[in-house]
T-cell receptor
Framework: KAGVTQTPRYLIKTRGQQVTLSCSPI?????VSWYQQTPGQGLQFLFE???????NKGNFPGRFSGRQFSNSRSEMNVSTLELGDSALYLC?????????????FGDGTRLSIL | GENVEQHPSTLSVQEGDSAVIKCTYS??????FPWYKQELGKRPQLIID?????GEKKDQRIAVTLNKTAKHFSLHITETQPEDSAVYFC???????????FGKGTHLIIQP
């Protein structure tokens, strides 16, 4: 079974631009969560989607948004990029989206803002 | 929401010795506690998890213990090997839907 796939792996953008990242979950998994990882703040929860609905959202500004498609693939979008948005963006999928199920991570997208 | 504290931030042990990493959580309703290992430049990998209906779980050299009363859980690695060098994260559910709150991580260094 293929693991969680994230594209692209690396991305360089400039301030003010916007970016869209993609995540394909493990086949059969219906929940996708997104996290931002930085050296200073660690792993921080962005949002979670299940059956095309955002069910849970972390403490990030409205510039961060996402969506999930009927095949469970998910995208996240960041608008008006700032230097502080430079980070590794990770997505994780789980089977049913219950809070006591294992989450499996993708390799992440490394976003650098110049 | 859930708050997870993890200690220590760095742990250096001699190869062959044991390592213990501790975490505390704030939400008494939390019922699932995973541990992830992240090697440099790689994805976090789930190495072991425990649910609140058990107090201990083992998988070869790795074990996790849970004390619900005190709201803390610990990762124990015995007979450490060089390949155990990595950053380890504990986590707890955010509550309600899926999504995890992570500890700040422990950088485990195995000295030869």
């Amino acid at each position: 079974k293929a693991g969680v796939t994230q594209t692209p792996r690396y991305l360089i953008k400039t301030r003010g631009q916007q970016v869209t990242l993609s995540c394909s979950p493990i086949s059969g998994h219906r929940s996708v969560s997104w996290y931002q990882q930085t050296p200073g703040q660690g792993l921080q929860f962005l949002f979670e989607y299940f059956s095309e609905t955002q069910r849970n959202k972390g403490n990030f500004p409205g510039r961060f948004s996402g969506r999930q498609f009927s095949n469970s693939r998910s995208e996240m979008n960041v608008s008006t990029l700032e230097l502080g948005d430079s980070a590794l963006y990770l997505c994780a999928s789980s089977l049913e989206g219950n809070s006591n199920q294992p989450q499996h991570f993708g390799d992440g997208t490394r976003l650098s803002i110049l | 929401g859930e708050n997870v504290e993890q200690h220590p931030s760095t742990l250096s042990v001699q190869e062959g010795d044991s390592a213990v990493i501790k975490c505390t959580y704030s939400d008494s309703a939390s019922n699932y506690f995973p541990w992830y290992k992240q090697e440099l430049g790689k994805r976090p990998q789930l190495i072991i998890d425990i649910r609140s209906n058990v107090g201990e779980k083992k998988d070869q050299r790795i074990a996790v213990t849970l004390n619900k009363t005190a709201k803390h859980f610990s990762l124990h690695i015995t007979e450490t090997q060089p390949e155990d060098s990595a950053v380890y994260f504990c986590a707890a559910p955010r509550g309600g839907a899926d999504g995890l709150t992570f500890g700040k991580g422990t950088h485990l260094i195995i000295q030869p």
